[in-house]
């Protein structure tokens, strides 16, 4: 069993001779929470492009598993299990909670049994649970356009979780949250980083303070340091790179 879910081996993206990423070496243990920040154009949304397999690497290893997922298309590595819920949610509006849910933990069966059958008591009760964990019980038969923006960036991380990955990315989860539904985010992320390996990628402080254990500054694309939130906060260098740049602006 390899304990690490994640490493990077001296990766590199080149656009055009720009290096997005740079020499990056990174890695996480498998059942670990991991915050990846860094100032605007740091590298952030590239990193997971690459994991995801969405960029290739001009150079460079990445490993998932202890297994080398390099030029595996993106499918195949969503298979082995990598979950990534984007900034913006994408639910189905017109469904309720609970069908998105539904559809979620469906998604590599038979489209016609999703479409036309009933679900399974099993995903019945995957489907109560997860209800249960992101806190939309009571609202499980609304239709989801009815929700506010945070209740649905948490629908989102129900069915990527819905799909059962090992390791799920999440990507700023809180951009234009208020503080009770940021609040939610993080408590809900703490609760799934109990049974899952989790990396979120933030640029709200108050928030990566709710939940971080370790994090990760990104700089140019390199790591520029890692510690305890309290650590890289009082880290010149990091101070440097952020001057001039709020460290709870939301970024996009
Ligand atoms: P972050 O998410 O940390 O803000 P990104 O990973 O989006 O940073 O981008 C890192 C750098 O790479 C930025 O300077 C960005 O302009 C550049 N970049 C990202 N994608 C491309 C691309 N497809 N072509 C050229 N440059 C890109
Ligand atoms: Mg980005």
Known sequence: MNRKILETENVTVSFDGFKALNNLNFSMDAGELRVVIGPNGAGKTTFLDVITGKVQPTEGRVMFKGRNVRRLPEEQIALLGIGRKFQTPRVYLNLTPRENLELACNRNKNVFSTLFGQPSS?????????????????????????LSHGEKQRLEIGMLVAQSPDLLLVDEPVAGLTDEETENVGD?????????SILVI???????????????????????????????????????????????TAEH
């Open 122 to 146: 099993s995903e019945r009760t995957t489907v109560k649970g997860l209800l249960e964990t992101i806190g939309l019980t009571l609202k499980a038969d609304l239709a989801s356009a009815l």
């Open 188 to 196: 809900l992320l703490l609760a799934l980083a109990e049974s899952h």
């Open 202 to 248: 933030e640029h709200d402080m108050e928030f990566v303070r709710q939940i971080a254990r370790k994090v990760t500054v990104l700089h140019q694309g390199s790591v520029l340091c890692e510690g305890t939130i309290d650590e890289v906060q009082n880290d010149p260098q990091v101070i440097e790179v952020y001057l001039g740049e709020p460290m709870t």
